[in-house]
């Protein structure tokens, strides 16, 4: 069965620090790579996705990620966090050609990113 | 443009009612999804459904849940005798094309409260 691993719950930053959030999947074909985030109060928003191409993806606010077939990864970074992106992250997976489901999205657990001012 | 709507945003049942859930899609878009949230959990596909049609319920528990997407208005996620451990948070997505070739875009959620 699929699944997405989110290796962070929590993480504490300040101001202009450096993020890195882990993802990593187990499915061995072909994937559609999805980061969300959640603002309080608010819902779930598309940050930025892999289909196909180049495996460096830009996304909205400054965010990018990196697929990684090898290491069945797709990391979220962004080089320096403002405080407006306190949130909640999930990483996420959709593989095409799967013998069941057709739009079954799978979810990591979350990872939240609370950023000090 | 409108996004995903649903409704109500917040539900509270005691045991043995019903909660009925109801999401409308982004217009132009045919193809709807639910997903539950429990505390402390990622979301958790429950089913799939293009106008009219079930493709994919192998999310939904067996029992007390079923849903729908008729031919007009919005899609029904309809929860029987509900229990306490039905309290979360259903989100529904919706995509102008099948799942695995698009993107979903979700909506703000029905958090439901069984007493």
């Known amino acids: 069965a699929q699944s997405v691993s989110q290796h962070n719950h929590h993480v504490i930053l300040s101001e202009a620090a450096s993020l890195e959030l882990g993802c990593n999947y187990s499915?061995?074909?072909?994937?559609?790579l999805f980061w969300y985030v959640q603002y309080p109060g608010q819902h779930l928003q598309l940050l930025l996705k892999y289909f196909s191409g180049d495996p460096l993806v830009k996304g909205i606010k400054g965010f990018e990620a990196e697929f990684i077939k090898s290491k069945f990864s797709f990391n979220l970074r962004k080089p320096s966090v403002q405080w407006s992106d306190t949130a909640e992250y999930f990483c996420?997976?959709?593989?095409?050609?799967?013998?069941?489901?057709?739009?079954?999205?799978?979810f990591g657990k979350g990872t939240k990113l609370s950023v000090k001012p | 443009n409108a996004g995903v709507m649903q409704n109500p945003r917040h539900l509270v049942r005691r045991r043995g009612q019903e909660a009925r859930l109801r999401c409308s899609p982004m217009?132009?878009?045919?193809?709807v999804y639910w997903y539950r949230q429990l505390p402390e959990e990622g979301l958790k596909f429950m089913v799939y459904?293009?106008?009219?049609?079930?493709?994919?319920e192998s999310g939904m528990p067996k029992e007390r849940f079923s849903a729908e997407f008729p031919k007009e208005g919005p899609s029904i996620l309809r929860i029987q005798q509900v229990v306490r451990g039905d309290s979360a948070a259903y989100f529904c997505?919706?995509?102008?094309?099948?799942?695995?070739?698009?993107?979903?875009?979700f909506g703000p959620g029905t958090r439901l409260t069984v007493l």
């Open positions: 459904l293009q106008k009219e049609n079930i493709i994919d």
């Open positions: 996420a997976v959709n593989a095409r050609n799967y013998g069941g489901s057709q739009g079954n999205l799978i």
């Open positions: 217009k132009g878009h045919s193809h």
């Open positions: 499915y061995g074909g072909t994937v559609n």
């Open positions: 997505a919706s995509s102008s094309s099948a799942g695995n070739v698009d993107t979903q875009y």
